[in-house]
């Protein structure tokens, strides 16, 4: 842990829990995508391994889990989408319809 980041409050965030503005940092620091040097591996409480990608704001810093609807949200990621939307409303981003087939799982 890099002590400049040290009085960081750590919130890990779930696609189930993403809201527009975290959307908008991924989208912002990863415009090409994320790839596998992105992804931060760890184990939960629960001793669950996961893995996630890293934003930060001024106060915070966000792991958010990795997963398929994360990745297809990311590439159709259009902020007009989100202006009748608050910045922190996690009810903005709906699930992405996925390809038959394709489902839904963590990295």
Known sequence: MNRKDQHLKRVI???KK???EI?????EKYPDGYDDAHIIKFKNAKNE???AVEVTTEDTKYLVKVSTKLEVTMEN??????????????DA???PELEPGAEDEDF
Do not use: N
């Open 49 to 51: 391994s996961i893995e």
């Open 18 to 20: 993403l809201t527009p």
């Open 13 to 15: 965030v779930d696609f």
């Open 77 to 90: 990621y259009d902020e007009d989408d989100y202006e009748d939307f608050e910045d922190d409303d996690p």
């Open 93 to 95: 981003v709906q699930d």
């Open 23 to 27: 959307l908008a940092l991924l989208v």
